[in-house]
């Protein structure tokens, strides 16, 4: 395909095997060296040996998903500076064998946040869910953040109130578990632990935060760039503050001041149609075309919204990305490149995250949630046959 399928994989404990990605019709696998501590170098041993475990099974490892920003670097605090210079080793390290596609996040303490990871869809199906009632419930009840229940309006709190009281104990720990537990290299995290983190960012503004991010990138992007390698920033998700914390990538104005902060092209972007569109002021296809010369890898998904500040993870081409539009803009980048003579002109793609449905649904629960093989294999299967139809309308002349 004109695109460059990739399928996300978490490594040799992944229920979904090397074998499985290979049978969706994917040539290309994102995943990261997940048993890496954060802040620690990735080792030229430790990255081959995971990439020729890929290529064994007849793929290639095309992105980096992640290479994680340690909680001292976000916070210019504790031991970031050692942390950027192990960064700026493993970055070398990956243009050593050849993986050039890397990812990250400066999400602060928390990275994507969900309330129901078993969100019952009228098909029978389950989809990711984030109910900013319940997340209040979190926030104010089970974490007690201090000043949580000032960031909701008091309708809010008092749903909230009543979700929390709808709980038993078993339940709410399941719910904690649901929000503060499924980020892999990071498990095991407990409350406590969120609260120690967020107190680093006690006196942290979103000026301080955004500083800390353009200095990041002026430390470790030349060395990407001379390493072969682009750093990709994944958007915030959801795109607004949460916790009490600022967040700095998450709109339109976010790409402008990213890419123009440090003027590198290395400086490049993960666009996630899925995240940015969990705010409805946000115009994804518009944000794609802003930054399109630097968009790096693509997260294909959307997300259903019932107008009150709740949205579900809907089917690839449901929902309120308009998939047909972006996958076409996707493609006409992509011819532009071509034409341009740039040897990045291939974007690579994921379908990123999918329903529990099918034989799925029965299994024990997935470890990595909105990663069972089946709805993933749909949502690729449906974009794949999109952008068949948008090259072969549109742009026979490339296939």
Not at 47 to 53: H, L, M, V
Not at 84 to 89: L, Q
Not at 225 to 242: F, K, M, Q, S, V
Request: overall charge negative.
């Amino acid at each position: 395909m004109f695109m460059k399928e990739c399928f996300r994989w978490y490594g040799p404990n992944d229920q979904v095997t090397l074998e499985h990605v290979r049978q969706t019709g994917a040539t290309g696998v994102v995943s990261s060296l997940h048993h890496i501590p954060y802040g620690e170098v990735w080792t030229v041993e430790e990255i081959q040996k995971y990439k020729d475990n890929i290529e064994a099974h007849g793929l290639t490892w095309d992105v980096v998903e992640s290479l994680p920003v340690h909680e001292d670097i976000k916070t210019a605090s504790g031991k970031y500076l050692e942390y950027i210079e192990n960064y700026k080793i493993s970055l070398r390290n990956l243009g050593k064998c050849g993986v050039k596609t890397i990812v990250y996040n400066f999400m602060p303490v928390l990275d994507w946040v969900r309330t129901d990871l078993r969100y019952k869809l009228p098909d029978g199906s389950e989809a990711l869910y984030f109910n900013q009632a319940q997340f209040a419930a979190f926030e104010i009840f089970i974490l007690q953040r201090e000043g949580a229940e000032k960031d909701y309006p008091a309708d809010k709190v008092a749903e909230a109130k009543v979700f929390y009281d709808s709980m038993t104990d078993d339940e709410r720990k399941a719910f904690t578990s649901n929000i503060i537990d499924n980020f892999p290299g990071f498990k095991g995290v407990t409350l406590d632990q969120v609260k120690a983190m967020l107190a680093k960012y006690k006196t942290l503004t979103r000026k301080m935060l955004e500083d800390n991010l353009t200095y990041f990138l002026a430390e470790v992007t030349p060395v990407a760039l001379e390493a072969g390698c682009t750093l990709n920033i994944h958007p915030d998700d959801p795109p607004y503050p949460i916790l009490g914390l600022p967040r700095v990538f998450g709109n339109s104005a976010d790409i402008d001041r990213l890419l123009t902060s440090v003027d590198n092209p290395a400086n490049c972007i993960n666009f996630c149609a899925g995240s940015f569109s969990g705010s409805l002021k946000n115009d994804v296809l518009a944000m794609f075309k802003q930054c399109a010369p630097r968009v790096g890898f693509v997260h294909l998904r959307s997300t259903q919204h019932d107008g009150k500040g709740n949205f579900f993870e809907a089917n690839h081409l449901e929902g309120v990305v308009p998939m047909f539009e972006l996958v076409k803009a996707i493609c006409e980048e992509q011819i532009r490149r071509k034409k341009e003579g740039r040897a990045d002109w291939q974007i690579p793609i994921r379908p990123d995250h999918g329903h529990t449905m099918l034989d799925d649904l029965a299994k024990p629960q997935c470890a990595n949630p909105g990663y069972t093989a089946i709805g993933r294999l749909k949502g690729l299967a449906e974009i794949r046959g999109l952008e068949l139809g948008i090259m072969k309308a549109f742009y026979p002349e490339y296939l």
